[in-house]
């Protein structure tokens, strides 16, 4: 038959994003339950947009129907008022960046598949496992030759660099970690950023969670030494500023990350960015500046230290059921293994059935085969419900 062929790197791709075939057991156990599950799962936010954001957006919503104040096309790299708030709050962590360094985008998925986009399809990719599963789908998409690096439970699955150099390639670098909840100290972020310069590779830094990282704990790589060499730093406000429905994020390229003809990546990141996107919308930008503001600021971190106490709940509920874990301290998620040898997706379905939803974490890589997540980002009676069964459900397990 006639027609367009898909792209070689779908046959690669699982059938089901992990998201959607969990969501899919989850409305199944609700149907056959009769009730709502606890949802420990999905890694969207439960607190609303604090009132600062709030008003913000609300404004900026208003002068869009005014003549005199209405905005067209975003900048291309985002409007400078979001761009010097963004400078000013990586100023305040210890990391000078110019303010063209600095853009403005719709969230990091978008981010990490565009910046991959830019290199020849014979770069390798190098990716922690477990890890974000969109790691493994947009470079499997891509058609890109991928080197996974398994971590171990006793190192609390903080990958390290291979033993040997590899060819140059693309890494891709979370701390504080999904699905794992653990950060990197400096000495971890050092050894990568010395294998990232040594072998002509740029690194991915995926700041999604910096909002949740602990003392002693960088939140960002560009404060360490040798950074500007190698590395491109992505957040979002998705998490800590509650923005999953309103999608905004930074993306810092220093001038110094260059590609192996010497021309910075920066000039072909713009390019590109020409061409495929048309920027985030004016209200949202201005939400944005409002949450890295003094008030933002500091709502931001009540609501963080609300999904930390969720954190504390199912940390002494795994505990008490004697089951060892990963994270809870520096990302709102917890990584723990199946009792008695089972599957992830075995326990998720014995979860599930008792009204637990959590995610398998054969989701994540095969490193995290015979693992779940759990997510403390989940309403807080879900966790006080989840808090209660589990010591028993997985002591019965054992």
Known sequence: MKGLKEAPGFSALSEEYLFAETTKRIREAEASLGRRVARLGMGDVSHPLTPTVCRALTEAAREMGIDATRRGYSPIGGYGFLRAAAREAYAAEGVDLGEEE?????????????????????TLHLIPDPAYPAYRDLSSLLGREILFLPGREEDRFLAMPP????????????????????????????????????SGSILLFDGAYADFCGKGRPRSILSLPGARRCCVEIRSFSKGAGFTGLRCGTTVIPEEVCLGDSRPLAERYRRAVDILKNGVAYPVQRAAEAALSPAGRRETAVTVARYRQNAGLLREALAAAEIAFTG????????????????GWELFDFLLGAGIAVTPGEGFGNAGRGYVRLSALAPRGDIEIAAALLPDLLGSLR
Request: glycine share 10%; net charge negative.
């Open 163 to 198: 033993d040997r150099i590899c060819r140059p390639a693309l890494i891709f670098l979370t701390s504080p970690s999904n699905p794992t909840g653990e950060a990197y100290d400096e000495a971890g972020l050092a050894a990568w950023i010395d294998y990232a310069v040594e």
């Open 328 to 343: 809870g301290w520096d990302a709102p998620y917890l990584f723990l293994r199946a009792p008695g040898g089972r599957s």
């Open 102 to 122: 600095i853009y403005i985008s719709d969230g990091a998925k978008g981010e990490l598949s565009l910046i991959a986009s830019l290199l020849a399809p014979d």
